[in-house]
């Protein structure tokens, strides 16, 4: 199992342009999310999914969308990026049992807004 | 919505000595409270979880103590090695429902 994938690992972005984060998994995991990590600062959870078709908001969401049709994949856009959103994004998977809901993370991908 | 306070931001332990990290969440449907280490560069990896019918749980040099009633977890490790330097975060998640990550603690080790 390749686990979660993330690409691009490294992208610089102009204020303005727009992108997809890709990310997918191999494991058959229902649940997805992206967080976005600022240097010296926590994960914070942008939006998340509990399956194909069915996405909801995370803590700061604004800027961002994605959409889930499948379960493998689930893309995260930045519309007009802006230097706010300069951090690194990881995306991340689990398989809850009603009991355990343990994150599988990716690499990442570190993003730069100029 | 959860909301994961952690503390301290950043701590500083002589190795061999014992180091805690406190968490407190707000939502009182949560029942999964995990625990990931962060290596400098690298993804976050679950090191130890707890379930909210539990109030403790232990492996090796490592464990986690819950308190529901107070809304507060800890994450104990002992005998602490220059390994165990990285930042650690804890986490909170209803049932069925997303996972809120505290800020982190940037654990040093000094030798």
């Known amino acids: 199992n390749a686990g979660v994938t993330q690409t691009p690992k490294f992208q610089v972005l102009k204020t303005g342009q727009s992108m997809t984060l890709q990310c997918a998994q191999d494991?058959?995991?229902?649940?997805m999310s992206w967080y976005r990590q600022d240097p010296g600062m926590g994960l914070r959870l942008i939006h998340y999914?509990?399956?194909?078709?069915?996405?909801d908001q995370g803590e700061v969401p604004n800027g961002y969308n994605v959409s889930r049709s499948t379960t493998e994949d689930f893309p995260l856009r930045l519309l007009s990026a802006a230097p706010s959103q300069t951090s690194v994004y990881f995306c991340?998977?689990?398989?809850?049992?009603?009991?355990?809901?343990?994150?599988?993370f990716g690499p990442g991908t570190r993003l730069t807004v100029t | 919505g959860e909301n994961v306070e952690q503390h301290p931001s950043t701590l500083s332990v002589q190795e061999g000595d014992s180091a805690v990290i406190k968490c407190t969440y707000s939502d009182s449907a949560s029942n999964y409270f995990p625990w990931y280490k962060q290596e400098l560069g690298k993804r976050p990896q679950l090191i130890i979880d707890i379930r909210s019918n539990v109030g403790e749980k232990k492996d090796q040099r490592i464990a986690v103590t819950l308190n529901k009633t107070a809304k507060h977890f800890s994450l104990h490790i002992t005998e602490t090695q220059p390994e165990d330097s990285a930042v650690y975060f804890c986490a909170a998640s209803p049932p069925a429902s997303k996972i809120i990550f505290g800020s982190g603690t940037r654990l040093s080790i000094r030798p």
């Open positions: 999914s509990v399956g194909a078709g069915i996405t």
């Open positions: 991340a998977s689990s398989y809850s049992d009603g009991r355990r809901n343990e994150q599988y």
């Open positions: 494991m058959n995991h229902e649940y």
